[in-house]
């Protein structure tokens, strides 16, 4: 199967060590001087609506990209821990607290 850059952005790419869903290519880096693509680059998540930023962008080398197919592109890519992904989060709601339900 040949791939234009041009087509690749449109594939989604679904990271299979979790099943996540990463974005859409939006950049590849090309080797110049070996005329090799390097790696796909996944933009950061704007945070807010983009008012307070991004997210950093993904970086998905080539050696982690285990199948290119029509519709989606599938890597295997470890995402570090997100700041704060540590902490838990009470699920008993917004009145849990003032009726002493602990969880």
Request: charge should be negative.
């Amino acid at each position: 199967m040949f791939c234009r850059i041009t087509d690749m952005h449109d594939k989604e790419v679904i990271n299979i060590c979790d099943g996540m869903r990463l974005g859409c290519v939006d950049d590849v880096e090309v080797d110049t001087c070996t005329a090799q693509l390097v790696s796909i680059v996944v933009f950061g998540r704007p945070k807010l609506f983009g008012l307070l930023g991004h997210e950093e962008d993904i970086v998905i080398g080539w050696k982690e990209i285990e199948v290119i197919g029509e519709q989606a592109i599938l890597v295997n890519h470890p995402l570090p821990p997100r700041m704060g992904g540590g902490k838990k989060r009470r699920k008993n709601g917004l009145f849990g607290g003032i009726f002493g339900e602990n969880s």
